[in-house]
């Protein structure tokens, strides 16, 4: 008997860590996603309060989502003051950016496409393979869109095969400040179809034509966002 009041004891905390862990993910997301669409427009202070009645949650969690958006570089924290939404990039730090892309991300499809295996070649299609039906065209949403981003531009560095280059590409968080700067465009991406022509040189196994593709997807990701920037 007291084994199995252990058991179910041990089962029931982990049932509680889960559960707290998946709502402290829910709401870090919801957050980030109102922050993302300006449902918390830029440098704006964030109430810890009215934050967790919007979301219905209790204020634990909104803290511990606030700590990772920190973290994320989408909001700040004053002294005495609290939480403020981080202001959108200026056009001077858009531009160093997109050359600090243009370098990276040009290499790292070369990379890719002169390394390219089988293996890479399913995971790139599979990838592309959730935007069928026009993901762009028919739910945008910042989750879909910027996920795919996300995961799309990271796989280029892991299949160039180079670490620290990812790793550095992840902790710039730029997917992030970007897809805040084209809600505030309010134009339509064409991401996708240059996503498809990166990934069409990378199969196959056309690094020239791969590292072209990506340094055109580049700049015109930087055209269509240039717009929405303001000076310094």
Known sequence: ???QTGDR????????????????DETYEAAKALIISHGIPPGERVSI???ARDLQVSQT??????ARLEA?????????????????????ELNELYDMRRLMEGWAAKQAALRIT??????????MATTSGGLMAIEQTYKNIADHDARFHELMFELAGNEMLRAVWVHTHCHLHLFRL????????????????????????????AEAAMVAHVEASRNRLLPATVED
């Open 1 to 3: 008997m007291i084994v």
């Open 9 to 24: 004891s041990a089962s029931k905390l982990d049932l509680e860590r889960s559960n707290r862990s998946t709502l402290s």
């Open 49 to 51: 309060d009215a934050l």
């Open 61 to 66: 969690p909104v803290r511990e989502a606030l």
């Open 72 to 92: 994320d570089g989408l909001v700040v924290k004053e002294p005495m003051r609290g939480y403020r939404t981080t202001p959108l990039l200026t056009r001077r």
């Open 118 to 127: 089988p293996e890479g070649r399913q995971r790139l299609r599979m990838e």
């Open 182 to 209: 084209f809600y505030a465009s309010g134009l339509a991406t064409r991401a996708l179809e240059e996503h498809h022509r990166v990934t069409e040189a990378i199969v196959a196994a056309d690094p020239k034509a």
